[in-house]
């Protein structure tokens, strides 16, 4: 069945560490999506992506960059890691085709900066 | 600008009751309404999607009422049961980006 996974799902780091997560699906999806998610906020989106070679900045993608080199993958990483940067990151993929916008989300990875 | 205003941001419903969340909105453009449900430790998962070619969908024990004229839309859960605790996104998206515009989130809890 196909799927979307996130590692790791937890994590502890240090302020001013460079950390990645990373995304990987294999619906075969063009778009794929970073967002964070804290009480209060909601889904806040980091970082979307419409394709191999494609990357576009969210409404909170200060201090986060992705790329994307092949379809299945989209990691983000956090230059230096800051204690605001604490949170639960879920990654998403959806198709380009049909009429359908669902996402389908990752398990979510926990990130701690300490 | 908060685009997407969901309400109540808590609820606490009987056994057997009926849960409502609303959502309001700005955009005209959007054209797909989705509600999402997302359990704790999970990620959100869709639960149900209504387009603007008709006013109710219904699956199961969940409804949505779409009002254009209003911009709102809610989720009904009919017969609420303890495991649709959870917390429920509005996220209404618009255009070929697929991009969704997420609402703060609603939790339900449904006392046994």
């Known amino acids: 069945d196909a799927e979307i996974t996130q590692s790791p799902r937890h994590k502890i780091t240090e302020t001013g560490r460079q950390v990645t997560l990373a995304c990987h699906q294999t619906w075969n999806h063009n778009n794929m999506f970073w967002y964070r998610q804290d009480l209060g906020h909601g889904l806040r989106l980091i970082h979307y992506s419409y394709g191999v070679q494609d990357t576009n900045k969210g409404e909170v993608s200060d201090g986060y960059s992705v790329s994307r080199s092949n379809t299945e993958d989209l990691p983000l990483t956090l230059e230096s890691a800051a204690s605001s940067q604490t949170s639960v990151y879920f990654c998403?993929?959806?198709?380009?085709?049909?009429?359908?916008?669902?996402?389908?989300f990752g398990p979510g990875t926990r990130l701690t900066v300490t | 600008q908060q685009q997407v205003k969901q309400s109540p941001q808590s609820l606490i419903v009987q056994k057997g009751g009926i849960s409502i969340i609303n959502c309001a909105y700005e955009n005209t453009a959007f054209d797909y309404f989705p509600w999402y449900q997302q359990f704790p430790g999970k990620g959100p998962a869709l639960l149900i999607a209504i387009r603007p070619d008709v006013s109710e969908k219904k699956e199961g024990r969940f409804t949505i009422s779409f009002n254009k004229s209003a911009k709102q839309f809610s989720l009904h859960i009919m017969d609420s049961q303890p495991g649709d605790s959870a917390t429920y996104f509005c996220?209404?998206?618009?255009?070929?980006?697929?991009?969704?515009?997420w609402g703060l989130g609603t939790s339900l809890a449904v006392n046994p």
């Open positions: 996220a209404p998206g618009a255009g070929n980006n697929r991009k969704l515009i």
């Open positions: 998403a993929s959806s198709d380009l085709a049909g009429s359908s916008y669902e996402q389908y």
